[in-house]
């Protein structure tokens, strides 16, 4: 086979990740444990780690003979390559298992006869050629079966690979993936561990880089509008949305009104209520559209409720046809009335005018043109561009871009509803071919197409690589031929297929004889290794766990040769706001992101689109008038590769964790401004926040002696009028001494007391600061042995856009306990079992009164009478004995009083009265960061 080369001299030291999986899976061996599986990141080493454990078991004569599959043959070349370099006997490449270590492609053995009946086994349906191969891995006695990028089988050979396995009850089995296990569904979950068993070691894509064994990256993200054709055939596009929710939404419409319908969904009628817990944990996407519909305010907030990030916005169309659906079937369809089965009947018609259809499941997405429209836009290609014209820029010769699309040309007929406004190259690799070589500033960085069937550019950089492959096989070069150009683009045809063509590519690529290559993610989406890779180019529009990792780790690895390798990973997005569903190009971009980490602007690792810019939202686009804007941060920050490499901190102490962690957004009124979340009380010492609590010592009385009462008053009376006694007793220059003493202190008594109750006014007058309340939480999780740590271990600082990050410096589950509840403290009230209440001061009156009432409440305690509520976070309000202990903690660090049970008459009202308040003031989002 081309490409699998002798065995080398030299191995190269096992990496930490290595090591520590390879002692994990020794581990297993001696408890006779066959199956296992190893999470390690694109760029990790996975394959060293699988032959290794291989050579392991054969040595031990554990096992007789190892398969290794693959999917496909670039795979299966590194897996003979990767034997071959341990210097033993030579990996064999076919279905005789000849050797003592094969690599094969999954295709080799679920390759199925055409005209197969329809059997209970798929075992019974393999062509002889994998039938053949079954009875040779029984017959050989015991084998290790390595399955490589193991995500595969989920969706191709899983279940025939789970036949296999039962007929060889000896057999060795290693699962090696790269996609994290906490994407994966339930039912693939069950699958995987049927076949692997357990996670036997993992190891994050963070933690790789901080070792250094991949190249520090950043995620960017070039934001681009439709062209102004696309947008105006998305505003009549729009148009048909628009009449439809108009018309659903009058009054008139229906026996029950749309409006009326979901009124009593969702708040219940006066002889029904409605359990928002339990419907929210039976609909949790409906009763999310539902909480984005009372957002903007058609709908009242339903008790129990709490609106969180994700619905602060109005409803999109995916809600509207949520909350439609529910009305038709349990409504419209249901009814006997026959103006609403004619109503229904009026909107399945119209559905999908707008992108959904009905199904007897109920209203679905259908494959939607304005969709097709925004992820193929012709604004991408000149996205592209300018993207590498920067990237040059700052790189000059050092330049290696890969672009990663779909498809080479589209080759199905486009949908009618589409063909006035995309073409037949729309979203292809060849259109961004062409557009980069037409482009004076890009051509002569002389771009190449590759796909499983082309290999495409200009005729000039065709002709060097013909030349290039004449240096190592002039048979095959003298059999291509260039074809003449169209539109400035060639191809070199002949009688060669992908196998062959792409090392010779790749070669061409990594010297920089063609600085940007061109290719259709199938291709180069994974197991093709070019360390050379300086950045990535994402145009696809593929969004599933296994496809975005295998991406991501294109360009991740290092380079013998840039020992200071920076990647770049970008991600053109199409917003439109001129269309209900112009997000939909967003969606992908957060679904690729979403549990991927990268360092953000301050140098934190987080998860999601806020580590490519912390003002990302991963429920709705950025405003496209800051497109522009948000264009020249990514370029600013991809011109400073040091600062990234800077804020990954490689070689530094982690632990590997994910945690989790609480931003409270600052106002963009207060920018710049701790005001909003912070206080004089939290003072900022080495960049973090101290925290104090309000009553020093934990003592209401210590916080200031401000109180009057008899033990206060009477002795400082006293000791005056003791001084006016001896001093009139006593005469001359010393007795009026002593009586001008006396009167200073009856005179100072007032003084006192008003400077020191002004103190405790001011103290009372002004909410908790942030600190205040996550000390609170911390100490009462504490307490209940929630938490493993206390105060001690909160973390909390202002970033450089003024909002307050804060997080639990313990492990994953007490940081979450820590994160949920902050965030629950800070938000809405909405239905929590207990209230605790916090101590205030009235606004005083003007003129003499005021001063009298100034005075008044200087010399008193905090007024009780009219305190101001707060929710018990449910962490720690499920019962009475940790609402007290949170109760407890809140006097200390707070000041108030006891928790008030919500559940009885008293608390009810109260609840009633301040359901849906937000005493802070606040807003905060929940995220991910890695330790």
């Excluded at 949790?284 to 009372?294: E, I, K, M, T, V």
Aim: glycine share 8%; with cysteine.
């Amino acid at each position: 086979m081309p490409g699998v080369h002798q065995s080398r001299k030299s191995q190269s030291p096992l990496r930490r990740h290595q090591n520590e999986a390879l002692e994990a899976l020794a581990g297993s061996v001696a408890d006779d444990a066959r199956r296992s599986w190893i999470v390690l990141p694109p760029g990790a080493g996975k394959t060293r780690v699988g032959v290794e454990h291989a050579k392991n078991l054969l040595d031990a004569g554990h096992v007789f003979t190892v398969v290794a599959f693959g999917p496909n043959t670039a795979i299966q070349t590194q897996w003979a390559n990767a034997w071959n370099d341990l210097g033993a006997d030579r990996a064999g490449l076919d279905r005789d298992l000849t050797t003592r270590f094969t690599a094969l492609t999954y295709q080799s053995l679920a390759v199925f006869d055409d005209d197969r009946d329809a059997t209970t086994s798929l075992l019974d349906e393999l062509a002889p050629g994998g039938r053949e191969l079954v009875d040779r891995l029984g017959d050989g006695g015991p084998v290790l079966l390595i399955l490589d990028e193991c995500h595969h089988l989920l969706d191709v050979w899983g279940n025939l690979l789970a036949e296999l396995l039962d007929l060889l009850p000896g057999v060795w089995v290693l699962g090696l993936t790269a996609t994290p296990p906490g994407t994966m569904t339930a039912a693939q979950s069950e699958l995987v561990s049927g076949l692997f068993s357990d996670i036997r070691y993992s190891a994050s894509i963070p933690a790789v880089v901080r070792e250094g064994d991949l190249a520090p990256f950043a995620d960017l993200v070039w934001v681009t509008t439709p062209t102004s054709e696309e947008n105006s055939w998305l505003s009549g596009q729009a148009v048909r949305f628009t009449e439809l929710i108009t018309g659903i939404l009058d009054p008139t419409q229906g026996s029950v009104p749309f409006l009326e319908w979901v009124d009593r969904r969702f708040l219940g009628t006066r002889g029904q209520t409605v359990s928002w817990v339990a419907m929210s944990h039976s609909h949790p996407d409906l009763c999310s559209a539902a909480l984005r519909l009372h957002h903007a305010d058609l709908l009242r907030l339903p008790p129990g409720a709490s609106p969180a990030e994700q619905h602060r916005r109005d409803p999109d169309a995916d809600d509207w046809a949520l909350l439609i659906d529910d009305w038709m079937r349990h409504h419209l369809m249901a009814s006997e009335n026959t103006e609403d089965r004619e109503l229904a009947e009026a909107i399945r018609r119209a559905l999908p005018a707008i992108g959904y259809r009905w199904t007897r499941t109920g209203i679905r997405a259908g494959r939607s043109p304005v969709d097709r429209v925004i992820a193929y836009s012709a604004a991408k290609p000149q996205a592209t561009t300018e993207i590498i014209c920067a990237e040059a820029a700052n790189l000059g010769e050092r330049l290696r871009m890969l672009v990663l699309c779909d498809f080479e040309s589209l080759t199905a007929t486009l949908p009618t509803d589409v063909r006035e406004v995309l073409s037949e190259r729309s979203g292809s690799a060849m259109l961004v071919l062409e557009t980069l070589v037409a482009d004076a500033r890009t051509t002569g960085l002389r771009p190449l197409l590759v796909s499983g069937k082309t290999v495409a550019g200009a005729p000039d950089v065709l002709s060097d690589l013909r030349t290039a492959i004449a240096e190592s096989d002039e048979p095959l070069a003298s059999r291509l031929q260039i074809s003449e150009p169209e539109s400035g683009i060639s191809r070199l045809e002949g009688p060669w297929s992908s196998r062959a063509w792409v090392p010779h590519v790749t070669e061409l690529f990594s010297t920089g004889r063609s600085q940007v290559l061109i290719g259709t993610r199938a291709l180069l989406g994974e197991g093709w290794d070019a360390p050379a890779i300086t950045g990535l180019i994402d145009l696809s529009t593929a969004t599933t766990p296994t496809a975005v990792t295998q991406t991501r780790g294109r360009a991740l690895r290092r380079d013998p040769k840039q020992a200071r390798k920076v990647a770049l990973n970008w991600t053109v997005v199409c917003v439109s706001p001129d269309h209900p569903r112009g997000d939909q190009d967003w969606g992908r971009l957060v679904r690729k992101h979403d549990g991927f980490f990268g360092t953000d602007s301050d140098g934190d690792i987080v998860d999601g689109v806020a580590h490519i810019d912390s003002v990302f939202s991963p429920y709705e686009p950025p405003e496209t008038e800051l497109a522009d804007e948000i264009n020249a941060r990514m370029i600013a920050r991809s011109q400073d590769r040091s600062e990234i490499a800077q804020r990954w901190q490689v070689g530094r102490d982690y632990r590997d964790e994910e945690v989790r962690s609480v931003r409270i957004l600052q106002p963009s009124d207060h920018r710049g401004s701790e005001q909003s979340a912070l206080t004089e009380a939290d003072a900022a010492r080495n960049g973090e926040i101290r925290p104090t609590p309000r009553h020093l010592g934990g003592d209401p009385g210590r916080i200031l002696p401000l109180r009057i009462t008899t033990a206060t008053v009477v002795p400082w009376v006293g000791l005056g009028l003791i001084l006016l006694v001896i001093g009139v007793a006593l005469g001359g220059v010393g007795g009026t001494a002593l009586t001008v003493l006396g009167l200073v202190l009856w005179a100072s008594l007032p003084v006192m007391l008003s400077a020191a109750g002004a103190r405790r006014a001011r103290l009372y007058a002004r909410p908790p600061t942030v600190g205040q309340l996550a000390g609170t939480i911390a100490e009462a999780l504490r307490e209940t042995r929630k938490s493993s740590a206390g105060p001690e271990a909160m973390r909390l600082r202002v970033d450089a856009r003024g909002d307050l990050r804060c997080h639990l410096d313990a492990d994953a589950q007490s940081a979450e306990a820590f994160a949920l509840a902050l965030d629950e403290v800070v938000s809405p009230i909405a239905d929590p079992r207990y209230l605790v209440p916090r101590w205030s001061l009235p606004q005083p009156q003007t003129g003499l009164r005021g001063q009298w009432e100034r005075l008044k409440f200087g010399w008193s305690t905090p007024q009780r009478n009219d305190p101001i509520w707060h929710a018990v976070p449910t962490a720690l309000g499920a019962n009475r004995e940790s609402a007290q202990a949170y109760s407890r903690a809140w006097n200390r660090w707070i000041g108030g009083g006891e928790a008030m049970y919500t559940r009885n008459p008293d608390g009810a009202g109260i609840l009633t009265a301040c359901r849906g308040t937000n005493p802070m003031q606040m807003s905060s989002v929940l995220r991910t960061s890695w330790h």
